[in-house]
């Protein structure tokens, strides 16, 4: 099973930027798709974005369309999400996840610890 380990979260005051990175460690990176997700309190995780197994396709939830960017570096086993333009109700803990199987959102099943994101309004 790959380990992944999410750093970057932080508090921001609203329009603000944020760079979340996930480093992977224990498998093959390229073999896997990954995806970042996001749970605020007293709701369900919900996907946020997704990027292919080499980087060529990537895909975005509605809400952070045109805001947020996946990104992967397979040299350095780290895939990231950059955070644009933030909002209040972008708060949430975010996990890192990857996938063997494919990179529709229900394919993931594997995450890290999360990391705190705050938008202050």
């Known amino acids: 099973q790959m380990q992944l380990v999410e750093s970057g979260g932080g508090l921001v005051q609203a329009g603000g930027s944020l760079r979340l990175s996930c480093v992977a460690s224990?498998?093959?990176?390229?073999?896997?798709?990954m995806g970042w997700f996001r749970q605020a309190p007293g709701k369900e995780r919900e996907f946020v974005a997704a990027?292919?197994?080499?980087?060529?396709?990537?895909q975005y939830d509605d809400s952070v369309k045109g805001r947020f960017t996946i990104s992967r570096d397979n040299a350095k086993n780290t895939v990231y999400l950059q955070m644009n333009s933030l909002k209040p109700e972008d708060t949430a803990v975010y996990y890192c996840?990857?996938?063997?199987?494919?990179?529709?959102?229900?394919?993931?099943?594997?995450w890290g610890q999360g990391t705190q994101v705050t938008v202050s309004s």
């Open positions: 996840s990857s996938s063997m199987t494919g990179w529709a959102p229900r394919d993931f099943s594997s």
């Open positions: 224990g498998r093959t990176f390229t073999n896997y798709a």
């Open positions: 990027i292919s197994f080499h980087g060529s396709s990537r």
